[in-house]
Every structure is written in C-alpha cells, then in structure tokens.
C-alpha cells in the first residue's frame, strides 16, 4: 500500500527523530541529519585554495571494495563531480583507515534511512559506544584532524560549491549527484566544513539531503549486503581496485611544493 503524501512526510520525521535519539553527545540542532563530530575550533576560513592544496583529490573515477559479514560492496567513486570529497575518500581507504571500523549509526524503521560508519576510533574497544561517531582522521604527518569543505556541484555548473549548503548559497538547481538509494556521502556536524572520515550509504532515495551534504560515490554492487547491514557490523577490509592512479596526494606535500626554489641565473 502507497503512503500518502503528507503520511510519508510524518514518517520521515519519525525516522529523523529516531536518529536524534542514538547521538545524545551530539548537539540537538545538528542530530537531524547524518553526522560527525564537530571540530574542536572554529577559526576563520582561510582561502578555498590553500584548503585543496593541503587534501587529496580525485581527478577521474575510482572503484573501492568494501568486505562487510565476508560479502563485497563496491562503491563507484566520483571525482570528477566531487575531486576533493572524493580524494579524501580514497586516500583514507588506501592508508587502511576504515579497515576495522564498524556501522555505528543504522537508521531502517520506521522506513529505510541510512547505514554510517568509518569513525576511526571504532578500531578501538576501549572506545564506550556513546563516544562512536565522534571521531575524525588525525593526519599522521601533522598529528592533526584533517577535516574537508562541504563541496557539491551544480546540475549543468562548472565548479562545485564550497563550504555553503544549496540554501545558503541560494542555488535553486539540483545538484549533480543526489541522494538516490545507494548514494554514499559524507556525514559532518552543522558546520560545512566538519567532514571527516565519516561516512554513509542511503538505504532509500533520500531527497531532502540533497544539496545539503555532499555525495561522492554510488553503491553499482552489493546493495543487498548494505540492506542486512547492521548497528556494529565492521568493515572487515577497504581497498581500492580500480583508479588510483587517479588520486593526486597533496600539493603542499608534493615534491615540488617541498623543494628549494632554483637561484635564479
């Protein structure tokens, strides 16, 4: 039987509502939606390219494994709508960050929401579960949280959106990768810009998120292994198998950017 408008849009409420009760660390404003942790500083916002130049970026496609109860999910990762969301992604799946890390967040009553996970600090078992869906990639070169502006592309623009949600910026078209059933995304806090690690797939078409959280991948096998997902189911390994030479590492840590400028003649 087909819900009617007005009773699936009360549905959906009670679905946010549940999620608002499993993150009770969280601030109340921010639980509405999937997310993270929020930094521990807000400083001001330094220039969008001083930010890319210290994150990886995706120039292309790449396809990324995950094995999940011994069944495989591969994800088609975009970065050529999403070159930094999708970089830091594939970066992090390379240096074997979410190998371990469980599903802490799985919303599917009273209609099919999200699975989220990829909290490092899930790794660990001295971690209480309350504390799950805190945590961000501390950057082991500088010993500090790496975290990535929301960035999401205009249906028919040339360059994404960045640290501004579709409301915000008052952008009336779609974007170019939206919250179908299979999306993967990431989580963050209310702040733009708080995107870590964290991540989830959509269980159902979930069009309110769009333009509102940043889309970076589609679930094209396994779906069905998403759908039997459940609360403390680990990723048991990540990889990529496809594209990596399509990850670019970042330009403040390129040689180039490292080496002694030539004296000039």
């Known amino acids: 039987m087909r819900l009617g408008f007005g009773r699936q849009c009360a549905v959906w409420l009670v679905a946010i509502a549940v999620l608002l009760s499993s993150c009770t660390s969280r601030p109340p404003e921010t639980a509405e939606t999937p997310e993270s942790a929020e930094p521990a500083e807000v400083a001001v916002e330094p220039a969008l390219d001083d930010v890319a130049a210290d994150l ?154 769009d333009g509102s959280y940043a889309v970076f991948g589609q679930v094209t096998e396994g779906m069905d292994v998403v759908d039997a997902i459940e609360q403390d189911d680990v990723i048991e390994s990540a990889q990529v198998v496809a594209g990596l030479d399509n990850l670019q590492p970042p330009e403040a840590a390129s040689p180039a950017a490292d080496s002694d400028p030539e004296p000039a003649e």
């Open 56 to 209: 990886p970026r995706l120039d292309g496609q790449a396809t990324v494994e995950l094995l999940v109860n011994g069944e495989t999910i591969v994800i088609e990762v975009d970065g050529t709508q999403a070159p930094l969301t999708a970089g830091n992604f594939v970066d992090l799946v390379q240096r074997g960050v979410y190998d371990g890390t469980v599903f802490h967040r799985v919303v599917k009553t009273p209609q099919p929401f999200v699975v989220q996970g990829g909290d490092p600090q899930s790794t660990d078992p001295n971690v209480p579960a309350s504390q799950l869906g805190t945590g961000s990639f501390v950057n082991p070169e500088t010993g500090q949280p790496r975290y990535i502006p929301l960035e999401i592309l205009p249906s028919g623009a040339e360059t994404p959106v960045y640290s501004q949600t579709f409301e915000t910026a008052g952008i009336a078209e779609p974007p170019a990768l939206t919250h179908t059933r299979g999306a993967v995304a990431m989580a963050r806090s209310q702040f733009p810009d708080s995107a870590s690690a964290q991540f989830y797939i959509a269980l159902a078409d979930l069009p309110f998120l």
